[in-house]
């Protein structure tokens, strides 16, 4: 109630004090019959009047903009807000304060002074920039403002409380945890850069000869290698490319509580795999790896990010930001996404991993050259089944446990936890 007298109320404790003083003032000159007390408190009437009047008709705000460094919030990381505010004054303006409506899904102390503005009457319009950190406290889409300003006039009697322009959505990624290093040798993950050949009459100078064929330059000949086999060679250019890794992520609903499905951010255990699959994402790209990321059911959740691809790591995260859980079929057709082929290091992150579940996943062991599966909220059971299967497994009740879980995974130890 006293929150909405404010802003219903005119006059600032000064001004409200003026206007006590006036009545007072007009009640004792008539009984009295001081005419000299009539104009004072006349005089205070009219000052108040003005003083209102001025802040309705002598400040104009043209327009409210806001801006982020980086761009896109991170759960735990913090972001520069750059609070533009166009103002046209026909006269100068004592200071106010100002506040920015700050969402439940971030977190900053978005208050402070607003500065004196001079007349604008002969330069036009003027800007005023106010600057705040804000922090990304839950995953997801949140809306930054309005942005309320208050004001008074030069005396301190009155004032004015604006809401000004729309609201700013405000993007929040998922934490990236910075994991230790892919323990995988290239024997057993691919996880070093190989060669392949190019084509037939393709390439740059380098110590590699094949068979001369037709349409090959003479100018390519490998005479050395060519006196050695006692058949016409020719050099052979290299190129790098990356080994593959697959990351997927378990959305079904199976796996989560039923709040995972209605919004970012709803349930704690999906929020720590969001960010591990994310993070072991990141890992895996700055080891040269291309990761393809897939759900469950085979769906791609984002396209292959190339080995190295640093900023793709970033656009990945931003596409994660609404990221919620699913209906539909869970884990036990992850092992057939890979039936009859072979394929490079497999990274399962899923939530409420149980022995059924460890069971059905078991099989996968065999088509990968590094299986991995990282659980939000497992069973001891369903991890030391996976283990004993091959498979390197970690366990992560909470985000600040990603890195050990990961150590552990990288380790090939089996997490003992209670079911």
């Given at each position: 109630m006293r929150g909405f007298?404010?802003?219903?109320?005119?006059?600032?404790?000064?001004?409200?004090?003026?206007?006590?003083?006036?009545?007072?003032?007009?009640?004792?000159?008539?009984?009295?019959?001081?005419?000299?007390?009539?104009?004072?408190?006349?005089?205070?009437?009219?000052?108040?009047?003005?003083?209102?009047?001025?802040l309705w008709f002598t400040r104009r705000i043209d327009a409210v903009s806001r801006s982020l460094s980086p761009e896109v919030a991170t759960v735990g990381r913090e972001s520069t807000v750059t609070v533009r505010i166009a103002v046209r004054n026909a006269l100068p303006?004592?200071?106010?304060?100002?506040?920015?409506?700050?969402?439940?899904?971030?977190?900053?102390?978005?208050?402070?002074?607003?500065?004196?503005?001079?007349?604008?009457?002969r330069g036009g319009e003027r800007a005023v920039e106010l600057r705040y950190t804000v922090e990304g406290r839950v995953r997801g889409i949140h809306p930054l403002g309005p942005f309320g300003l208050t004001v008074t006039d030069p005396f301190g009697l009155a004032r004015r409380r604006l809401r000004l322009g729309g609201k700013?959505?405000?993007?929040?990624?998922?934490?990236?945890?910075?994991?230790?290093?892919?323990?995988?040798?290239s024997g057993e993950?691919?996880?070093?850069?190989?060669?392949?050949s190019t084509q037939l009459g393709q390439g740059a100078d380098n110590l590699v000869a094949r068979p001369y064929a037709p349409g090959d330059s003479m100018r390519r000949i490998h005479w050395r290698a060519t006196a050695h086999r006692d058949t016409l060679m020719v050099r052979q250019e290299e190129e790098e490319t990356s080994p593959e890794a697959t990351v997927i992520l378990d959305r079904s609903a199976a796996q989560w509580s039923p709040e995972a499905l209605r919004a970012p951010g709803a349930?704690?255990?999906?929020?720590?795999?969001?960010?591990?699959?994310?993070?072991?994402?990141?890992?895996?790209?700055?080891?040269?790896?291309?990761?393809?990321?897939?759900?469950?059911?085979?769906?791609?959740?984002?396209?292959p990010v190339p080995g190295g691809d640093l900023h793709e790591i970033d656009a990945l995260a931003t596409q994660f930001a609404t990221l919620t859980a699913r209906r539909g079929d869970g884990i036990a057709r992850t092992a057939g996404m890979f039936?009859?082929?072979?394929?490079?290091?497999?990274?399962?992150?899923?939530?409420?991993?149980?022995?059924?579940?460890?069971?059905?996943?078991?099989?996968?062991?065999?088509?990968?050259?590094?299986?991995?599966?990282?659980?939000?909220?497992?069973?001891?059971?369903a991890l030391a089944r996976l283990h004993d299967r091959g498979w390197h497994t970690g366990a992560a009740f909470s985000e600040a446990e990603l890195g050990d879980a990961w150590e552990t995974a990288m380790q090939r130890g089996a997490t003992r936890v209670g079911a």
């Open positions: 007298v404010r802003r219903v109320w005119p006059l600032t404790l000064r001004g409200t004090g003026a206007l006590a003083l006036s009545v007072v003032g007009f009640v004792v000159a008539h009984e009295a019959g001081l005419i000299e007390l009539v104009y004072f408190a006349a005089l205070l009437v009219a000052v108040l009047v003005l003083s209102v009047v001025s303006t004592s200071p106010g304060t100002w506040d920015d409506t700050v969402p439940a899904g971030l977190v900053a102390r978005a208050r402070g002074v607003f500065p004196a503005v001079g007349s604008a009457m700013t959505q405000v993007t929040v990624a998922p934490r990236v945890v910075d994991l230790p290093f892919f323990r995988g040798s993950t691919g996880g070093t850069r190989e060669t392949a349930d704690d255990a999906f929020e720590t795999a969001v960010a591990a699959a994310v993070s072991i994402i990141a890992r895996l790209v700055r080891d040269g790896y291309t990761v393809e990321v897939l759900d469950t059911d085979g769906a791609a959740l984002a396209e039936a009859g082929h072979q394929t490079g290091p497999v990274i399962v992150v899923t939530g409420r991993l149980r022995v059924e579940d460890a069971l059905s996943l078991a099989p996968l062991a065999h088509h990968s050259s590094m299986p991995v599966v990282i659980a939000a909220s497992p069973s001891s059971d």
